[in-house]
């Protein structure tokens, strides 16, 4: 998967994309089809949208960015705030001089692009909200293990409560590989970020077409989330995807991208 960095406000983001690779001061060629733009979760990174950069690659135009400390990206401290990372994906998308996309965000990503679509509709031709919710409701232990890695005192931890019991165990580990590509400290400040977002008072201000997509068997932001969301934004579809838990896009690749493939197909 060809990849770049692009230098924003001192920070040097690493992003995978599609088509072909470009020189280093020219920005990737982005102009087939419609143009997909994918956010990873917390403590994440672009890796985990391979399989989506592949199957937009066939007709369309994509790139994946690793947020700030995330990644291949520089830093080793995320942004506080799911507005500040809203604020960052905006200034990455004017520093490639993007035209309107189609936003996907899993997780926080889905915080950062509803965030991102009700404040700035001219640049989002579409928005698929995935495994996320406009309130996030993290548990105490969460919170605190997550600290408690980030300190030491516990090694990183590679759980199954974000898959499905359908899930096997070779995808699991894809997502722990990538998990490790990101400092501990990034993952805390992500939560933290998530805990304190309130996204509900933005639902009515997205004027894009919407799909909201759940796992099923999401135990992080189960299907309510989705309902939710579908409820407060105008003319949104939900989606529910079987035996697919909080990593839906890696654990059911091919009912999500076809999901998203139809979406693109019925956007004016």
């Not at 509709?121 to 980030?150: H, K, N, Q, S, Y």
């Not at 099923?216 to 939900?238: F, M, S, Y």
Request: hydrophobic fraction near 45%.
């Amino acid at each position: 998967m060809p990849s770049k960095y692009v230098t924003v406000g001192g920070t040097a983001v690493h992003c995978l994309h599609t088509g072909p690779t470009t020189l280093p001061d020219a920005p990737p060629a982005l102009e087939r089809g419609r143009l997909f733009l994918l956010l990873h979760a917390a403590g994440s990174n672009a890796g985990l949208w391979r399989s989506q950069l592949e199957a937009a690659g066939r007709e369309h135009s994509a790139l994946a960015p690793d947020l700030p400390g995330h990644g291949r990206s520089s830093g080793i401290e995320g942004l506080p705030t799911v507005e500040a990372y809203a604020d960052f994906v905006l200034a990455f998308a004017r520093a490639l001089g993007l035209r309107r996309l189609v936003l996907v965000g899993r997780s926080m990503g889905g915080a950062v692009a509803l965030a991102l679509a009700a404040g700035h509709p001219e640049l989002v031709e579409g928005l698929v909200l995935v495994c996320t919710a406009a309130r996030f409701v993290l548990a105490p232990e969460t919170i605190a293990g997550c600290r408690d890695v980030m300190c030491g005192r516990l090694p990183q931890q590679f759980t199954t409560e974000t898959f499905s019991p359908a899930t096997g165990l070779e995808i699991m580990r894809q997502a722990w590989t990538e998990q490790v590509k990101t400092d501990p400290r990034v993952r805390y400040t992500d939560l933290l970020a998530c805990q304190a977002f309130d996204g509900r008072p933005l639902l009515g201000r997205v004027r894009s077409p919407t799909l909201v997509v759940a796992g099923a068997d999401d135990q992080v932001t189960p299907v309510g989330c989705a309902e939710e969301l579908a409820r407060g934004i105008a003319g949104a579809r939900l989606e529910v995807i079987p035996h697919a838990g909080h990593q839906a896009p890696l654990e059911q690749a091919d009912a999500f991208d076809r999901l998203v493939a139809g979406f693109a197909a019925e956007l004016p």
